[in-house]
C-alpha cells in the first residue's frame, strides 16, 4: 500500500542520507496538498538531490540535506497558503535565488527563512494603497491579458509568481533616482525598511542577475537508490526493525511470514557466539552482547587493579630497595 511504502521510503532515506524522520513528517504533511500523483516522498527527495547537485549538494555530499528540506517543506506550506498548487521546483528555485545573493540570504543562513518570509508576505499582502497600486501597475505590465480577479490572485502568489517579484524590482529602476534612493524604495517594497543593510544587499544581487532566468513550473521526481544507501549503513537489528514495523502495516499471510522471516533473522543474531553455561541444575545463556560486556568489564577491572598496584608501589619506593 502507499503508507507502508512511504513508511519504509522515510526509514530508507534516514539511513541513507541523513533524513531524520521529523524532516519527513515534514515532507508528508506538505504532500497532502499535492495531487495524487504528486505525493512520492522517495521520489521528492531524489528529485531534491538530483537539482541541486551542482551547488547545495556538490560532489554528493549530502551533509545539508536534512536542514534543506526542512526549510523546503516550511517555505511550500507558507505558500500554499495563499494558493492552491505550487510547484516543488518553483519552491527550490526560490530558495536557489536567494542563496545565490548569498550573506543572510543564503540558505544555510539561519536568518535566510525569515527574511524570505517577510519578502513574500510584503509582495502577496502589499500594506499601503502605494504599494497596492504600484504592484498592480507591475503586474499588469506583465501579464497585460489578465483580469482585475486574475491580477489580484497573481498577487497573492507573493515570489511564487513567475513575473511579480522581478516585475516589482524593475519597477526601482523605472521609479528612477541615485543609488542609495533605490536601496531605500528596495527596503519600503520589500518589507526590510528596519533591515537597510539587507535590502542593500538584496538590491545588489538584483542588479548582479541573481533573480534572473524564470521559475520552475515542474514537479522535482527523482531517483535514487536509498536502498543501497541505507544497507550500507545499517546494522542487521535496525533491518529487521524495518521488515517487521512495516509488516505490521500490512495483515497478508506474505506480512506474517516476512515477520516470522525477520524475528528469526533476530533470534540468530543475538544468540551468534552465545556461551551456554550449567550449573547447580541451572541452565545460563549469556548472548554474545552479554559476554562481550562481561569481558570489558573484567578487563577494565584488572587494568584497575594493575594502575593501583602501580600507584601504591610508586608511593612507596622503599619497598624496591
Known amino acids: 500500500s502507499s503508507s507502508s511504502k512511504t513508511a519504509l521510503d522515510a526509514y530508507m532515506s534516514e539511513k541513507g542520507v541523513g533524513v531524520d524522520q521529523g524532516t519527513s513528517t515534514m515532507i508528508i504533511e506538505m504532500q497532502r496538498s499535492s495531487k495524487e ?10 528529485g531534491v538531490i538530483q537539482k541541486g547537485q551542482g551547488n547545495y549538494f556538490k560532489n554528493g555530499d549530502t551533509s545539508f540535506l536534512n536542514e534543506f528540506l526542512s526549510k523546503f517543506a516550511t517555505l511550500q506550506k507558507d505558500l500554499l497558503k495563499t494558493q492552491t498548487n505550487v510547484a516543488t521546483g518553483t519552491t527550490f528555485d526560490i530558495l536557489s535565488r536567494f542563496n545565490r545573493v548569498g550573506g543572510e540570504f543564503a540558505t544555510a543562513d539561519p536568518r535566510s527563512q525569515g527574511l524570505i518570509g517577510t519578502i ?6 502589499p500594506s499601503s494603497d502605494f ?14 491579458n489578465m483580469s482585475l480577479v486574475d491580477l489580484i490572485e497573481e498577487q497573492q502568489k507573493g515570489i511564487a509568481s513567475p513575473t511579480y517579484m522581478n516585475s516589482m524590482m524593475g519597477m526601482v529602476d523605472r521609479m528612477g533616482g541615485s543609488d542609495s534612493a533605490k536601496r531605500m524604495n528596495f527596503a519600503g517594497l520589500f518589507g526590510l525598511e528596519g533591515q537597510q543593510g539587507f535590502a542593500s544587499n538584496l538590491y545588489r544581487g538584483y542588479k548582479g542577475g541573481k533573480f534572473s532566468g524564470s521559475l520552475s513550473q515542474e514537479e522535482l521526481i527523482g531517483s535514487i537508490d536509498f536502498k543501497k544507501l541505507a ?11 524495518a521488515k517487521i514495523d512495516n509488516s505490521l502495516l500490512g495483515s497478508s499471510p506474505e506480512a506474517v511470514a516476512t515477520m516470522a522471516d525477520a524475528m528469526k533473522s533476530a533470534v540468530e543474531e543475538a544468540f551468534s557466539g552465545a556461551v551456554i553455561q550449567m550449573a547447580n541444575g541451572n541452565i545460563t545463556v549469556k548472548t554474545r552482547a552479554a559476554v562481550i560486556k562481561e569481558n570489558q568489564t573484567k578487563k577494565a577491572e584488572e587494568v584497575k587493579a594493575k594502575n593501583a598496584s602501580l600507584d601504591f608501589f610508586y608511593s612507596n619506593p622503599d619497598l624496591g630497595n
Not at 500523483?37 to 531524489?46: E, F, K, V
Not at 504599494?131 to 497585460?144: I, Q, R, V
Not at 544497507?231 to 526493525?241: R, S
Request: overall charge positive; glycine content about 4%.
Open 231 to 241: 544497507e550500507a549503513n545499517t546494522t542487521l537489528q535496525d533491518k529487521n526493525k
Open 131 to 144: 504599494k497596492k497600486a504600484l504592484s498592480f501597475y507591475a503586474l499588469k505590465k506583465s501579464n497585460p
Open 120 to 125: 513574500n508576505n510584503s509582495l502577496a499582502n
Open 37 to 46: 500523483r504528486n505525493r512520492d516522498l522517495a521520489g521528492l527527495i531524489g
